[in-house]
């Protein structure tokens, strides 16, 4: 075996090496799949983020979501039945009131579900002091820790696979 040869490494030990210096990297104590971890919702916080949704679909709105769909569908099938211009411009706006409707609520559902999580994810990072750029790298190296994971774990069973030879 010439010098060469002993100064080389192999690709699961290259892939292993890279993985366990991803874990050691520390932002305020905690390594990237941590701090992802962090930034996830808990149970608790989820059943509040439904609480608060179930509270705008009581209080906001005159007619529940169920009504303004079906709504739209009456509307809809209506302006076949009637044969007046009037009566069908008069189910006309009422479908476009309800599709509107709708799809303006669902857009206020999800804004309400992103900011609830993007104020957890800043308040994450404020407590921890993780500066914008440190939240965009330790996004990429949690990534990276995840596929590392994944591969490891399979070439981990490759091992414990007898070889066909």
Not at 29 to 46: T, V
Not at 72 to 95: D, K, P
Not at 108 to 118: C, H, I, K, S, T
Request: aromatic fraction near 10%.
């Amino acid at each position: 075996m010439s010098e060469d040869d002993s100064s080389k490494i192999s690709v699961q030990d290259a892939i292993r090496l890279k993985h366990d210096l991803n874990k050691s990297i520390k932002y305020s104590g905690y390594n990237a799949k941590e701090i992802k971890e962090l930034e996830r919702l808990s149970e608790e916080q989820r059943a509040k983020l439904n609480e608060n949704l179930s509270h705008i679909r009581k209080a906001w709105w005159v007619f529940p979501d169920w009504v303004m769909a079906i709504g739209f569908l009456v509307a809809g099938f209506s302006m076949f039945y009637f044969e007046s211009v009037f009566a069908r411009l008069i189910c006309l706006l009422a479908m476009i009131f309800c599709a509107t409707q709708v799809a303006y609520r669902m857009g206020v559902y999800y804004g309400f579900v992103r900011g609830f999580q993007e104020g957890h994810e800043e308040g994450v990072h404020r407590v921890l002091g993780i500066s914008l750029d440190e939240a965009s790298e330790i996004g990429e190296r949690a990534t990276e820790m995840e596929m590392d994971d994944r591969l490891i774990r399979k070439l981990d069973q490759g091992k414990d696979r007898p070889s066909a030879l």
